[in-house]
């Protein structure tokens, strides 16, 4: 099931290894093309020498970086990124400033996750 007529690129960027391993075997099953880290520096340097067409992160990661690889997606005009968190909306928003529609609590379920994608790519 392409959501988005074509197999876009998802970077997912988790710490918690269940966590990150059944959204990627999710967004596979839903033809995404997954590239993972498990911390904001991973994904900063993944960022760099890849292309992604969007980007699910946590922001609450075990090197305190979460924050700066949401600011990089915020930089990016055209990325679609979605920030996940076990913190609810109010104290994200506090730490992080205003996430819109791009927010998902923890937990959640995955499909929820495809169905955001589909909807900001093909914006």
């Known amino acids: 099931m392409a959501l988005i007529g074509r197999t876009a690129k998802v970077l997912v960027v988790e710490d918690d290894e269940s966590v990150r391993r059944t959204l990627v075997v999710a967004l596979s099953m839903a033809n995404f093309r997954v590239v993972e880290a498990s911390t904001g520096v991973a994904a900063l340097a993944v960022l760099e020498r890849n292309d992604p067409d969007a980007v699910v992160v946590d922001l609450r990661l075990p090197d305190r970086q979460g924050g700066a690889v949401l600011q990089r997606l915020r930089s990016q005009s055209g990325l679609a990124w979605v920030a996940i968190s076990a913190l609810d909306r109010q104290e994200a928003e506090k730490e992080y400033g205003p996430l819109g529609s791009n927010f998902l609590t ?18």
């Open 106 to 123: 923890k937990p959640f379920d995955p499909w929820d996750l495809i169905r955001k994608l589909g909807e900001l790519l093909q914006r």
